[in-house]
């Protein structure tokens, strides 16, 4: 009998396994399993990036924050100076 295969047949093509069970290269198996743990490995990774964005972005807001109340007590002191200074000069005035 020849080894030609019946392309009218219903059973499964030849495999290049050695247990001829698969359809599949087990290389390719391999490669599916391998990207599958490769995207797994990276979800508490991504987390965990996350996590660190989320708080150095608070960070910068509360600093930036900080900044401009540190910039409003300055204004709020020049002018209570420049009121109290004009109340001083103007005391020694009405004396004379």
């Given at each position: 009998?020849?080894?030609?295969?019946?392309?009218?047949?219903?059973?499964?093509?030849?495999?290049?396994?050695?247990?001829?069970?698969?359809?599949?290269?087990?290389?390719?198996?391999?490669?599916?399993?391998?990207?599958?743990?490769?995207?797994?490995?990276?979800?508490?990774?991504?987390?965990?990036?996350?996590?660190?964005?989320?708080?150095?972005?608070?960070?910068?807001?509360?600093?930036?924050?900080?900044?401009?109340?540190?910039?409003?007590?300055a204004?709020?002191?020049?002018a209570?100076?420049?009121?109290?200074?004009?109340?001083?000069?103007?005391?020694?005035?009405?004396?004379?």
């Amino acid at each position: 009998m020849s080894d030609s295969v019946d392309p009218t047949s219903t059973s499964d093509p030849p495999s290049d396994e050695t247990d001829g069970n698969s359809c599949c290269n087990p290389q390719i198996t391999d490669g599916v399993t391998q990207t599958s743990v490769h995207v797994l490995g990276l979800g508490p990774a991504t987390a965990a990036v996350n996590a660190y964005i989320g708080q150095s972005q608070s960070q910068s807001i509360l600093f930036a924050n900080m900044v401009n109340q540190q910039a409003q007590y300055a204004n709020i002191a020049a002018a209570t100076l420049t009121q109290e200074l004009t109340q001083l000069l103007d005391t020694g005035r009405d004396e004379e």
